[in-house]
């Protein structure tokens, strides 16, 4: 699945610097200031974070996950954006960096492919308890 006539992210390729905000297998995601956003129905496989400073098309930093580090909620992970998963919610760009320190393998993109189309199932539900209208979904994946 790839996102349908548009120019390949700038992204692709860059060294980045992740805060992690929530830890590989953890189930809580936590907003910038620690309090709890929301509890996943399954745990989150890889380190998941943002990029400070950075904004996303939500208006959050962009969000990032990494493959083959782990570090605990506060610390910061140094790795290669290999892929984007182009994501909504609620009807607004929220893309989120795959980034790992080789390429991403067959196996690893289809275990994220399953992990955000789930994702998208329980963020929707989540949506519609706080009233937020408008798509969520994975609208395509790139890779590097």
Not at 64 to 93: K, W
Not at 113 to 124: G, H, Q, S
Request: proline share 7%; hydrophobic share 40%.
């Amino acid at each position: 699945m790839t996102r349908p006539s548009a120019p390949p992210s700038p992204h692709l390729g860059r060294t980045v610097k992740v805060s992690v905000e929530v830890p590989a297998w953890t189930f809580a995601k936590r907003r910038a200031d620690g309090t709890v956003d929301f509890v996943s129905p399954l745990p989150c496989p890889w380190a998941y974070g943002s990029l400070p400073g950075e904004a996303g098309g939500d208006g959050d930093d962009l969000d990032a996950l990494v493959l083959d580090q782990r570090g605990p909620a506060g610390s910061t992970l140094s790795s290669t954006v290999q892929g984007v998963v182009h994501f909504v919610d609620a009807g607004r760009t929220d893309d989120k960096l795959v980034c790992a320190k080789q390429s991403v393998n067959r196996r690893q993109r289809v275990a994220i492919r399953a992990f955000f189309r789930v994702y998208a199932l329980a963020k929707r539900a989540l949506n519609l308890t706080r009233r937020r209208t408008g798509t969520t979904q994975v609208v395509g994946l790139e890779w590097r």
